[in-house]
């Protein structure tokens, strides 16, 4: 999958400008949230602007071009939505690894030795915990949920 298939799709759910009401993120724009950004004008942020952030921080720096097709925009989708760390950590649980947040090479390797399959929906349920674990949950979980059933409906598109 390449970054701008994936960062298309992720873009299409998170949308535009938000004031962040309910949001821990704060204010948001194309998902970049002003907690994580404190020094960015979230209002008048571009997509442009934002597809290079989201391209730097968090494909790039996540190595997401050596993980399946599947899995890099599942990874990419997450982290933008519950940070990085957060969707490294899950990554991990779900190839069986420490969750130490680094994907590194036994995380790698742990990914290769299994089904891109079984990953991707362990990915996606550990995922879903995540979020019910959350106090916005009874807010956002609706959303987060269909967020959800659309990354499912990818999966089984990508591979």
């Given amino acids: 999958m390449s970054f701008e298939t994936a960062i298309g ?9 938000s004031a962040g009401a309910g949001d821990p993120g704060g204010e948001t724009n194309w998902g970049i949230s002003k ?3 404190p020094a960015l004008d979230i209002k008048a942020l571009t997509r442009e602007q934002a597809v290079g952030i989201y391209r730097r921080d968090f494909w790039d720096a996540g190595h ?3 993980l399946a097709p599947a899995l890099a925009f599942q990874v990419l989708d997450f982290a933008v939505n519950s940070g990085i760390q957060t969707a490294f950590r899950k990554l991990q649980l779900a190839a069986g690894v420490a969750d130490d947040g680094i994907i590194g090479p036994i995380t790698r390797a742990a990914i290769a030795q299994k089904s891109a399959t079984d990953i991707l929906f362990l990915f996606i349920a550990y995922r879903l915990r995540y979020w019910a674990s959350l106090s916005n949950w009874p807010t956002a979980g609706r959303g987060w949920a269909r967020r959800a059933a659309d990354d499912l409906i990818y999966a089984a598109a990508d591979t």
């Fill in 9 to 17: 799709r992720v873009l299409g759910a998170e949308g535009g400008y």
């Fill in 35 to 37: 907690r994580s950004y």
């Fill in 64 to 66: 997401m071009d050596r």
